[in-house]
């Protein structure tokens, strides 16, 4: 069984129409991509799957649970994570204190050092608040905050969008870490060349329908 399985998914955002009878699934220790032109609805797909969207219709089995129609925090109990677009991290916060309150609700929850081992660079700005990062730094962040909740998937929306190629390296290299780690992941990226280096499978977003599906591999 898959661990995520969904079919006949739609979404809307009012009157319009935006994903269209969705299949998708990710296996798990899978790593797949999501791709496709701005405003094709791959933002959209993931807030669907996080329950952030109510889809309109469809199923949603994860980890063989029906969870389309639930709420997010119900969502992300039964383990799955989204890294929204906007880097989302308390501003206010330090980065110590962001990563603790991120696991204060989990179930499973990484230690803290677990995370500095994956980020050096957190560690070395722990006590800096979270305004005072850089955008790179920021999106550790993020990409921590979830990982520290111990998801089963995590849902990633354009991760190295924004950020130096030498901090995208870094980024890469740490996802193919914790791929092969075991961490099951959904990409969404713009910078394909980054997408299909770490991806075993692709799909292809268009207009809302899925155009493409297929094995990355050479
Ligand atoms: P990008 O690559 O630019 O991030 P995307 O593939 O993630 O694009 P979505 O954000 O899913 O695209 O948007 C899909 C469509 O839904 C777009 O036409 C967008 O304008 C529309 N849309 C997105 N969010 C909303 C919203 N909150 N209300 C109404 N329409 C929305
Ligand atoms: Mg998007």
């Known amino acids: 069984m898959s661990m995520l399985d969904v079919t006949g ?5 009012g009157d319009s129409h935006i994903l269209f009878d969705v299949a998708l699934r990710v296996d798990r220790n899978e790593v797949v991509a999501l791709l496709g032109r701005n405003g094709a609805g791959k933002s959209t797909m993931l807030k669907s799957l996080m329950g952030v969207v109510k889809p309109s219709s469809g199923s949603i089995l994860f980890d063989g649970e029906q969870i389309a129609g639930r709420k997010s925090h119900t969502i992300a109990r039964a383990g799955m994570q989204l890294v929204h677009e906007d880097r989302r991290i308390f501003g206010s916060l330090n980065v110590e204190e962001n990563l603790v309150l991120a696991g204060l609700t989990a179930k499973g929850r990484w ?3 677990r995370v500095y081992e994956i980020f050096p660079r957190l560690k ?5 608040r979270g305004t005072d990062l850089s955008g790179g730094e920021q999106q550790m962040l993020a990409i921590g905050r979830a990982l520290v909740r111990d ?7 354009e991760p190295f969008e924004g950020l130096a190629p030498v901090i995208v390296q870094d980024l890469v290299r740490t996802c193919r870490e914790l791929a092969m780690a075991g961490q099951t992941i959904i990409l969404v990226e713009q910078n394909i060349a980054a997408a299909l280096t770490l991806a075993t499978r ?3 977003i268009n207009n809302g329908h899925i155009a493409h599906e297929g094995p990355t591999g050479e």
Do not use: F, G, V
């Open 9 to 13: 998914l739609n979404a809307h955002y």
């Open 111 to 113: 230690p803290l050092d």
């Open 124 to 128: 070395e700005r722990r006590t800096s």
């Open 151 to 157: 998801p089963k998937i995590i849902l990633l929306d």
């Open 202 to 204: 692709a799909y292809i």
